[in-house]
């Protein structure tokens, strides 16, 4: 009698150790993070880009030199502009849930997810082309 009793309460371990779910990370979670990262990393670039534009923009004339003030202008707004559109699109894609906490995405969210990786590392390269070509500019002005 002693002996079912604790085989009975090892089978009861394994059924209750069988029921213990394990809490994994779904793999696009990782892939959202490493999206979500790199927005943080560009965000606090909006606010430099905001100032490069206004010292450009007194800067820009009819002259050739106010012409690439100008060029180098547009070329901030623009990158600015991507950044908006690209977190309207994301926000448009995902809901906040598969955004911040890692929501299980369906197979064509996932695709989508995918798309957004690739946008925001040319995003990214816009924003940092932008802004180092117009910090060089200004620093080279006389």
Known sequence: MRVSAVVIAFVFSLVL???KEEKKEPNNNVQMKEV???HDELMPKMGKIGRLVGELNKLEDS???GQLYKAAK????EANK???DWMKELGD???YEEIMKG???TEQKQLWLNEEENKVKVLKEKINGSIER?????????
Do not use: P, S, W, Y
């Open 17 to 19: 150790l069988g029921c």
């Open 36 to 38: 979500m990262a790199v």
């Open 63 to 65: 002259t050739e030199t």
């Open 74 to 77: 547009i070329d901030l707004q």
């Open 82 to 84: 991507a950044m908006m």
């Open 93 to 95: 894609r995902f809901d």
């Open 103 to 105: 929501k299980e995405l």
């Open 134 to 142: 117009a910090e060089k500019l200004l620093e080279n002005k006389q």
